[in-house]
């Protein structure tokens, strides 16, 4: 089943621990804040990442000291 990722850029801390985890899932705002940019995705959470990065995906939300990154089951919008 495909998943889904979203940043919540309100609690992000900005440490970058995702972007160590899964460089081709986040990348970094102007301002330091992660967001999603796997398949020009935007942050908005509706592009299904590929199954051969689930693991860099639960890695990257295992690894959010904030608990920013959200994953779903289910495109967000």
Known sequence: ???YAKVD???CIACGACGDAAPDIFEYD???????VYGGDENRGVTPIDA???????DAADSCPSGSILVSDAPFA
């Open 1 to 3: 089943m495909a998943k």
């Open 9 to 11: 850029k309100e609690t």
């Open 30 to 36: 102007d301002d330091g804040v992660a967001m999603v």
């Open 52 to 58: 051969s990065l689930e693991a860099e995906l639960q």
